[in-house]
């Protein structure tokens, strides 16, 4: 399992990596300077949290690791590894329509709510990244 010790951190090709689950207790780091916007994380075994600009982006129960987040006006991608299965939880635009994909398989169709919540479960494989990708139709 491949942790972010330094809680969140920017990758080479301009993404962004975070997430701690191997600590007993919660974390958090504020303030994390990324593209003009500043990122809140707390993290630990039991939850994952990102915030952008006091926004919500990313929530997993229990904690996950996510590697090379990128976001775009109508693609979310990034991997994610845990020990478990995990529910995740990002906040897009309020009220559309998106396609999820984790390891290149469809999972299906999915509105966000009037927050612009949209919340599914990855079945997950300890030791292993398996990759998502949201699009928006």
Known sequence: ???????????????????????PEKAKLDGYEFNGDLYKIKTFKEITKLEKNGTMVYESVPGTVVHDLKVSDRTVSFGVEAME???????????????????????????????????????????????VKIDKL
């Open 1 to 23: 399992m491949s942790v972010i010790n330094e809680l969140i951190r920017t990758e080479g090709n301009g993404s962004l990596s975070f997430g701690n689950i191997e600590l």
């Open 85 to 131: 299965d995990a529910q995740i939880t990002l906040e897009l635009e309020a009220g559309k329509e998106y396609k999820i994909y984790v390891d290149d398989t469809k999972l299906g169709k999915m509105k966000t709510n009037l927050g612009g919540k949209l919340s599914f479960s990855v079945e997950l494989t300890p030791n292993k990244i398996s990759t």
